[in-house]
């Protein structure tokens, strides 16, 4: 069939990506399900940092590509095999699929599928290969979905069905920041009854894992970013302090558990700052690969300190994105505070350069 996406054909290009417009709009060739796949009308998809660093260089990926991973959308057609999802059933994509077959996937979350990472570094599907042409050349899936499009040929391991309630874009931030966020918090951190805790950098995981802290119902939320603008906001959604790192070092926080979303070398020094002695640091966030950080071996030894990765929010999607609806079903998790904007496809390069100067938390595309 016949789709329209954003494609990117080189990487590395120079901002501001309004004027040097490295997404271009195509039409392109969709291949029809195969075996254990779905074709999915996406409906919304959420603007991620996973989607920036491919366009800057930060995370090389091969091109052409069509970019987009955080979405959702009607189930319209079922490959061979799939017995478990219906045509009209409402899915959300996950960017690490889970084989359930490696040895990284027999630890309940902690260490990413070792095929679906393998699978999404060569720009193909779980199942194998790509189903995506232009001019009888193959186009790379980015992150096993692709979903700024129409439709996308999505491996079912790649999805979580949720209920026809969930609005669209409430669904596609349950799929990526609500699930990375969340995660940090609930699975890596494991806050005790009575914990305070810190979250280093309010962007759309960040803001995430916030929200996800005060579902808990433990000790203070506390937000930390050099934004005076997310700091507002922070308060807006809950946070019981929202202090820029100057001042949160300076007043001497210090809390069991710390969770750095930023993916910036200063930020997750501050995070170590703002750890409490016997408590955990948990980086989520996705630095430049050469990026690198300072901290002391001594400290991490006479603190008894964690430091602990997370990614993907250390999580089995089939298991937390339920959870995570279900709070929201219940009021206890307002997801759609997370979106800043809803956009159009042509908007996408202007949105770029909103979410690399830090001006959103999540910016939506709604198909």
């Known amino acids: 069939m016949r789709i329209r996406g954003a494609v990117l054909r080189e990487i590395g290009a120079a901002r501001p990506f309004a004027e040097t417009r490295p997404l271009d709009l195509a039409e392109l060739e969709l291949d029809e399900p195969g075996p254990g796949e779905l074709l999915v009308r996406i409906e919304a998809a959420g603007l991620c940092h996973s989607d920036l660093s491919v366009v800057d260089g ?16 009607i189930v319209e057609a079922v490959g061979p095999g799939v017995d478990d999802v219906r045509v009209g059933t409402r899915v959300v994509t996950t ?38 042409h232009e001019g009888g050349a193959e186009v790379h899936h980015h992150l096993g979905v692709s ?5 996308a040929v999505i491996d079912r ?49 960040g803001m995430a894992a916030l929200l996800a802290a005060r579902s808990l119902g433990l000790g203070r939320v506390i937000g930390v970013d ?38 910036h070398p200063k930020a997750f020094e501050t995070a170590l700052a703002l750890t409490a002695p016997g408590g ?13 950080s300072s901290l002391s071996p001594l400290v991490l030894t006479a603190e008894a300190r964690t430091v602990i990765g997370s990614y993907l929010g250390s999580a089995v999607p089939a298991r937390d994105i339920p959870r995570y609806e279900q709070l929201w079903r219940e009021g206890r998790l307002p997801v759609e505070a997370l979106v800043t904007s809803e956009i159009g496809l042509e908007d996408l390069n202007e949105a770029l350069d909103t979410l690399a100067d830090g001006r959103a938390i999540r910016q939506v595309v709604r198909l």
């Open 226 to 263: 050099a934004v005076p603008a997310k700091l507002d906001t922070a308060r807006e959604l809950g946070a019981d302090l929202a202090l820029t790192p100057d001042e949160a070092v300076e007043q001497g926080l210090r809390a069991p558990v710390v969770v750095e979303a930023a993916g």
């Open 280 to 292: 955990t640091t948990v980086t989520v966030g996705l630095p430049h690969p050469d990026a690198k």
């Open 58 to 73: 930060a995370r090389p990926r091969p091109v052409p590509m069509l970019l987009g991973h955080e979405a959702a959308g």
């Open 157 to 205: 391991r790649s999805v979580v069905p949720v209920g026809d309630d969930v609005p669209p874009a409430v669904a596609a931030v349950l799929g990526c920041a609500m699930l990375t966020g969340g995660g940090a918090v609930v699975n890596a951190g494991r806050p005790r009854e009575g914990d305070d805790i810190v979250v280093v950098g309010l962007g759309g995981v």
């Open 95 to 132: 960017f690490l699929p889970r084989c359930g077959e490696c040895a990284a996937c027999a630890t309940d979350g902690r260490l990413p599928c070792e095929r679906g990472s393998a699978s999404n570094g060569a720009g193909e599907l779980l199942s194998g290969g790509r189903r995506l």
């Open 147 to 151: 979903a700024f499009a129409t439709h």
